[in-house]
């Protein structure tokens, strides 16, 4: 079993930063990606950036030049900073993993934490 704990979030001012930790842990063969996507009150969830095991990033529009995100291959962890943050940004941010297989065979399969939340408020 797989377990994704999310750290960070909470209560920021407008222009703000925060850094959002993801570790997974248990029984981990391989994944493609970790990632955080976000969903803003009465909205559908929307990825904000991901990291592949290879280290190439993708950013959504909305965040580029805010973000960074970086990953720690050994510990499985995804770590996100956020700057400047906005009045758009308060949502739920969930840790994202990609294409998670537990052993070497079997489906692969997407999996989220569950989800810590972001205000932004002064």
């Known amino acids: 079993q797989v377990e994704l704990v999310e750290s960070g979030g909470g209560l920021v001012q407008p222009g703000g930063s925060v850094r959002l930790s993801c570790a997974a842990s248990g029984s981990i063969f391989s994944f493609s990606a970790m990632g955080w996507e976000r969903q803003p009150p009465g909205q559908a969830r929307e990825l904000v950036a991901t990291i592949t095991s290879e280290g190439i990033t993708r950013t959504a529009d909305f965040v580029k030049g805010r973000i960074t995100i970086s990953r720690d291959a050994a510990l499985n962890t995804v770590v996100m900073q956020m700057n400047n943050l906005k009045p758009e940004d308060p949502a739920v941010y969930y840790c994202?993993?990609?294409?998670?297989?537990?052993?070497?065979?079997?489906?692969?399969?997407?999996?989220w934490g569950r989800g810590t939340q972001v205000t932004v408020a002064s």
């Open positions: 994202y993993l990609g294409a998670l297989k537990p052993t070497p065979v079997g489906p692969a399969y997407n999996m």
